[in-house]
């Protein structure tokens, strides 16, 4: 719809068009601002340039065939959609079904986010990505983007093996051995978990330390990871593939002497140093240190070389906000390495901060200091949490009280949309048990009273709403959306009786659209629509 009136004026007018949504529902359906573009050329007041495009706009057969209205007021131009252009895309639409608002595209994605170490669960910080991550990559699918989501193991290093140590004392602990544990070594009871899985699995454990704690660091792992999937799964987030660090060190020599030829990379104090300072970095980074153990960032090198030579058009990394300093030296190397490093768009997702009854959300015992995301997720639903953490822009501070998504009203936005899309099927039950679909579907909605003319128009612009998501990297456009959608479609059903009235068939299938734009919408977020309460 949005693509259709824009492109018949722009070619009219021959400059580019920009249509926003007027405050006032009865200005019209669009507003547009070219006026005020034109006056420096024009060389006239843009309440006289408008008044002459609205007199030229009137007179042309398009605007004749899609706009009931069109004036000028203070500059500005506003149009007003016919209602039979209106009811011919609800006919395009409802036939389209679930295809409906979907985009064709020649272009490819690669997304990466959670990339969690699997040195313990998912906490509450590690869910806003994920969700975000699982929303946009659905949504590059729909709008036809060929879309890949991974996520990066970090199955080796230091951490893999303070993860085996802290599970090694754990274990010594329990066998009535005093043992000292260093300050970053792991805690909370999964690391007892941990070791009495060991235990079970190994029995009683014999050699060299070194050794036991390599050999658990893997072990725990490999649980760990299992135990990631598993949440990810039970959080509705669909990954691709799993990609092992350990899988890509094997490539890291090969990587490294291209950075060399391509003078990416320098001796100095007995370390390896990437110069990323030649490429907008605060200062070159330690890719190897004097003791020939890689930092972390040399591994993330050897990756996005693996990731760039999949050749997709464009790479997203969704990482938390602490990453801010990353960004610079992984681009710098992907300079050295030969590849475009604007092709990859990197994302930071900001903290979350939980609250129940309006006290912070109490911490899990299993995790340590850390919200889990299981405990929350038992809590309030996928739903309820899906829909709350993409809400809000990703980088943006989130904050939620966890009492208010349990609740069964309109204060629970979820609830809300789900109530309204509920309602619509209930009303549809209804007339199904006396008529057909048929005699709804070639119903006409012209002359309809106009708030539900308003209510058609924004069911009819889901399109725009997700390719402007999609643009910006806003899914809480998708959100607003269907809170908005939903809440007109209330106000609708509370002030039109629709069932048994000579109006039935229209509003039915007025009805049946803001249900298609609502089922569409909630998908994308990884929601399955409600149609019973």
Same mark, same amino acid.
């Given at each position: 719809?949005?693509?259709?009136?824009?492109?018949?004026?722009?070619?009219?007018?021959?400059?580019?068009?920009?249509?926003?949504?007027?405050?006032?529902?009865?200005?019209? @359906?669009?507003?547009?601002?070219?006026?005020?573009?034109?006056?420096?050329?024009?060389?006239?007041?843009?309440?006289?340039?408008?008044?002459?495009?609205?007199?030229?706009?009137?007179?042309?057969?398009?605007?004749?065939?899609?706009?009931?209205?069109?004036?000028? #007021?203070?500059?500005?131009? /506003?149009?007003?959609?016919? !209602?039979?252009?209106?009811?011919?895309?609800?006919?395009?639409?409802?036939?389209?079904?679930?295809?409906?608002?979907?985009?064709?595209? /020649?272009?490819?994605?690669?997304?990466?986010?959670?990339?969690?170490?699997?040195? *313990?669960?998912?906490?509450?910080?590690?869910?806003?990505?994920?969700?975000?991550?699982?929303?946009?990559?659905?949504? *590059?699918?729909?709008?036809?983007?060929?879309? @890949?989501?991974?996520?990066?193991?970090?199955?080796? *290093?230091?951490?893999?093996?303070?993860?085996?140590?802290?599970?090694?004392?754990?274990?010594? &602990?329990?066998?009535?051995?005093?043992?000292?544990?260093?300050?970053?070594?792991?805690?909370?009871?999964?690391?007892?978990?941990?070791?009495?899985?060991?235990?079970? @699995?190994?029995?009683?454990?014999?050699?060299?330390?070194?050794?036991?704690?390599?050999?658990?660091? /893997?072990?725990?792992?490999?649980?760990?990871?299992?135990?990631?999937?598993?949440?990810?799964?039970?959080?509705?987030?669909?990954?691709?593939?799993?990609?092992?660090?350990?899988?890509?060190?094997?490539?890291?020599?090969?990587?490294?002497? $291209?950075?060399?030829?391509?003078?990416?990379?320098?001796?100095?104090?007995?370390?390896?140093?990437?110069?990323?300072?030649?490429?907008?970095?605060?200062? !070159?980074?330690? #890719?190897?240190?004097?003791?020939?153990?890689?930092?972390?960032?040399?591994?993330?090198?050897?990756? +996005?070389?693996? &990731?760039?030579?999949?050749?997709?058009? +464009?790479?997203?990394?969704?990482?938390?906000?602490?990453?801010?300093?990353?960004?610079?030296?992984? $681009?710098?190397?992907?300079?050295?390495?030969?590849?475009?490093?604007?092709?990859?768009?990197?994302? #930071?997702?900001?903290?979350?901060?939980?609250?129940?009854?309006?006290?912070?959300? &109490?911490?899990?015992?299993?995790?340590?200091?850390?919200?889990?995301?299981?405990?929350?997720?038992?809590?309030?639903?996928?739903?309820?949490?899906?829909?709350?953490?993409?809400?809000?822009?990703?980088?943006?501070?989130?904050? =939620?009280?966890?009492?208010?998504?349990?609740?069964?009203?309109?204060?629970?936005?979820?609830?809300?949309?789900?109530?309204?899309?509920?309602?619509?099927?209930?009303?549809?039950?209804?007339?199904?048990?006396?008529?057909?679909?048929?005699?709804?579907?070639?119903?006409?909605?012209? /002359?309809?009273?106009?708030?539900?003319? +308003?209510?058609? =128009?924004?069911?009819?612009?889901?399109?725009?709403?997700?390719?402007?998501?999609?643009?910006?990297?806003? #899914?809480?456009?998708?959100?607003?959306?269907?809170?908005?959608?939903?809440?007109?479609?209330?106000?609708?059903?509370?002030?039109?009786?629709?069932?048994?009235?000579?109006?039935?068939?229209?509003?039915?299938?007025?009805?049946?659209?803001?249900?298609?734009?609502?089922?569409?919408?909630?998908?994308?977020?990884?929601?399955?629509?409600?149609?019973?309460?």
């Amino acid at each position: 719809m949005h693509r259709r009136v824009k492109g018949v004026l722009e070619h009219l007018l021959e400059v580019p068009i920009v249509l926003e949504h007027p405050k006032d529902k009865s200005l019209g @359906h669009y507003a547009s601002v070219v006026a005020f573009s034109l006056a420096k050329t024009r060389r006239k007041a843009p309440k006289v340039i408008a008044l002459d495009l609205v007199e030229f706009l009137r007179q042309q057969p398009e605007c004749i065939e899609l706009f009931s209205e069109i004036n000028a #007021l203070n500059g500005y131009i /506003n149009f007003t959609l016919k !209602d039979m252009f209106l009811d011919r895309l609800c006919n395009e639409a409802l036939a389209l079904g679930r295809d409906f608002a979907k985009g064709t595209s /020649n272009q490819t994605l690669y997304v990466e986010f959670v990339s969690a170490n699997p040195t *313990g669960p998912l906490h509450i910080g590690h869910a806003r990505g994920a969700i975000f991550g699982d929303s946009l990559c659905r949504l *590059g699918r729909f709008l036809g983007l060929k879309t @890949h989501a991974e996520y990066y193991v970090n199955d080796m *290093g230091a951490q893999i093996r303070m993860l085996g140590l802290s599970v090694y004392l754990t274990l010594q &602990k329990m066998q009535g051995v005093a043992v000292h544990y260093p300050e970053n070594a792991y805690k909370g009871t999964y690391i007892v978990e941990l070791a009495q899985r060991a235990l079970e @699995h190994f029995g009683m454990l014999e050699g060299e330390e070194d050794t036991l704690v390599t050999q658990l660091g /893997n072990f725990a792992k490999d649980l760990m990871l299992r135990e990631i999937q598993e949440s990810l799964v039970d959080l509705g987030v669909h990954m691709d593939a799993y990609v092992s660090e350990k899988a890509m060190f094997e490539a890291q020599e090969v990587v490294f002497d $291209r950075l060399q030829k391509a003078g990416g990379v320098y001796e100095n104090e007995g370390k390896m140093w990437l110069a990323s300072s030649r490429y907008g970095d605060e200062k !070159d980074r330690v #890719l190897k240190k004097s003791d020939s153990s890689f930092t972390y960032i040399a591994g993330d090198i050897t990756y +996005h070389d693996y &990731k760039f030579q999949q050749n997709y058009d +464009h790479y997203i990394n969704i990482f938390g906000a602490d990453h801010h300093g990353y960004v610079a030296r992984v $681009r710098a190397a992907l300079e050295f390495l030969g590849y475009e490093s604007k092709r990859l768009e990197v994302l #930071l997702a900001q903290m979350v901060a939980l609250l129940q009854h309006g006290k912070p959300y &109490k911490m899990s015992k299993r995790a340590g200091n850390f919200v889990l995301l299981r405990d929350v997720l038992q809590d309030i639903g996928r739903d309820a949490l899906r829909f709350v953490f993409l809400s809000k822009k990703l980088d943006t501070h989130l904050e =939620f009280d966890v009492a208010s998504l349990q609740n069964q009203d309109s204060t629970n936005p979820i609830f809300y949309i789900h109530y309204a899309n509920a309602r619509i099927h209930t009303l549809l039950g209804k007339f199904l048990q006396k008529g057909d679909v048929q005699a709804i579907l070639t119903s006409t909605l012209e /002359n309809l009273p106009s708030q539900a003319t +308003h209510l058609l =128009f924004s069911a009819l612009n889901l399109p725009k709403v997700l390719s402007s998501a999609f643009a910006d990297r806003e #899914l809480q456009k998708i959100c607003e959306y269907l809170k908005n959608l939903a809440g007109d479609f209330h106000s609708f059903y509370n002030a039109h009786r629709i069932l048994d009235t000579p109006e039935e068939l229209r509003y039915l299938k007025l009805c049946q659209m803001v249900s298609l734009s609502l089922t569409i919408g909630l998908d994308i977020l990884g929601i399955e629509a409600k149609k019973k309460m």
